[in-house]
């Protein structure tokens, strides 16, 4: 699951540099540097001298990278269409926004009491 997070973070952000993208996901350096290494040897992602700091390291999705994340995006389409099926449009909008609400920590879901009342 990591994997994907940080290879999505590279598609928004790239090209980045390593630190900048373990600071984004809140990933330990060195977790950092294994993923990335998983994800350079299957040739889904490039590192280059940062143009901006030679020190540094700028990651960049490859072409396969890009394709990979687009099939996996499809694939996640497919299962959410799958497992939505049975919910009529209007349901669907709203359980994307609830998930949503669900995932946004600064936002409670409800104004409830404890009880559900």
Do not use: F, W, Y
Request: hydrophobic share 40%; charged share 25%; with cysteine.
């Amino acid at each position: 699951m990591m994997h994907h997070a940080v290879l999505s973070a590279v598609a928004e952000l790239g090209p980045v540099s390593q630190a900048e993208l373990g600071r984004s996901l809140s990933i330990d350096p060195k977790d950092m540097v294994a993923i990335l290494n998983d994800l350079q040897n299957d040739g889904l992602v490039t590192r280059a001298p940062d143009a901006k700091d030679r020190r540094k390291n700028a990651i960049s999705l490859s072409p396969g990278g890009q394709r990979r994340l687009l099939r996996t995006e499809e694939l996640g389409r497919q299962a959410n269409d799958e497992l939505t099926a049975a919910l009529t449009p209007a349901e669907r909008t709203q359980l994307m926004g609830l998930l949503a609400r669900i995932v946004q920590q600064e936002e409670p879901c409800a104004e409830t009491s404890p009880r559900g009342e």
